[in-house]
């Protein structure tokens, strides 16, 4: 069995309880026959869903006795977390047992302990929650980063999220040359705090070294737009526009579907654009692109919605299998050392630096 068929999952992380992620990954393991699984958490409780799954083949049980719960701070989780499901599931991929681990839990906790245990690609001050974004452009999604890794994000650290986030639509949306805009309140340069000027000059020197194109500011509203492929921010206000924007696509299918059920009139055009309307639902249905993924770290860790329903935990358990199939940790891991690497350079030489050919 080779690693990169294996999938490590954290089964207590989520809102709705083990069950949920077990459902999920049934899911996935019905799409993808070769994948396999370690399911960590209690093996008591965990030992009879997977036994009815009809998939025990695929699934080991590792046990893991504790839980790391949503009100837990990262400090709490690092002191106290080594029996956790949580821990066991990043210890897997750091004792190359699996190649990526996915969670649904506390996503300081799992980044405190993804950090311990994995540690940060050299010259990366703050890893990002990188997530993917439906929109217009060709690739059909944009990414986004920080999505909610870390509230805080200086100059720097910006300049590498953009370097990492070219380096994942690269190669995880086949995008050759990436589109990068740093969000902000405006697209006028004067616009924005001290730190998003500065770094929109870091951005913009880095581009040709960088192999990306810097369209500068963007706004709100170009998220879903074909204007950028990747939008650079930080992990607060990415967090807010991220689930700003999956409440909106609740929000609208449900109004839609309230709206097609009104009459009979309506119920009449709602079966003759049925075809129309599932394409428009999954198009802008959030758990089908529900995996946040860690940059910044040695390996991969995604990131799944607290939240997440077992299509969610599926779409996410597809994107692992997904960047484990594809080497992606390997490739980023290069991609990342030689951004970390040019963004130190950036930084020390200023925003004047001349980007070499």
Request: contains cysteine; charged residues 20%; glycine residues 10%.
């Amino acid at each position: 069995m080779k690693t990169t068929d294996v999938i490590s999952v954290d089964a207590m992380g989520g809102d709705k309880g083990p069950a949920t992620v077990v459902a999920g990954l049934v899911m996935f393991l019905k799409a993808n026959p070769a994948a396999k699984a370690i399911l960590h958490g209690p093996t008591a409780e965990l030992g009879p869903m997977v036994e009815k799954s009809g998939f025990a083949a695929q699934i080991t049980i590792k046990d893991a006795p504790d839980v790391v719960k949503m009100t837990d701070k990262p400090s709490h989780v690092l002191r106290n977390g080594k029996n956790t499901s949580m821990w066991s599931a990043i210890d897997a991929v750091r004792n190359g047992s699996a190649a990526v681990a996915v969670s649904c839990g506390n996503t300081g906790g799992l980044m405190a302990i993804s950090m311990l245990r994995l540690r940060k690609a050299e010259g990366v001050n703050r890893p990002a929650i990188a997530c993917l974004w439906p929109s217009r452009n060709a690739a059909g999604f944009s990414v986004m980063l920080d999505a909610g890794a870390d509230i805080r994000a200086d100059q720097d650290d910006l300049l590498t999220y953009a370097l990492m986030g070219a380096s994942y639509a690269r190669n995880g949306l086949d995008i050759k040359k990436p589109r990068v805009g740093l969000l902000n309140v405006g697209t006028e340069e004067h616009k924005g705090r001290a730190e998003l000027k500065v770094a929109h000059d870091l951005i913009g020197a880095a581009a040709t070294k960088g192999d990306y194109e810097f369209i500068g500011f963007v706004e709100g509203g170009d998220l879903p737009s074909e204007r950028v492929d990747v939008i650079v921010t930080d992990g607060f206000t990415g967090n807010v526009a991220l689930k700003t924007g999956e409440g909106t696509a609740k929000l609208i299918s449900g109004l839609l579907r309230e709206s097609l059920m009104k009459t009979p009139f309506s119920m009449l055009g709602a079966l003759l654009a049925r075809g129309s309307l599932q394409r428009l639902q999954q198009k802008i249905d959030p758990r089908r692109v529900n995996g946040g993924v860690f940059l910044g770290l040695n390996q991969t860790v995604v990131k799944s919605h607290g939240g997440a329903d077992a299509t969610s935990v599926a779409a996410a358990l597809n994107l692992a299998y997904r960047l484990a199939q594809s080497g992606f940790s390997e490739k980023l891991a290069a991609r990342v050392a030689s951004a970390a690497a040019l963004a130190q350079d950036t930084i020390h030489d200023g925003p004047n630096l001349t980007a070499e050919k």
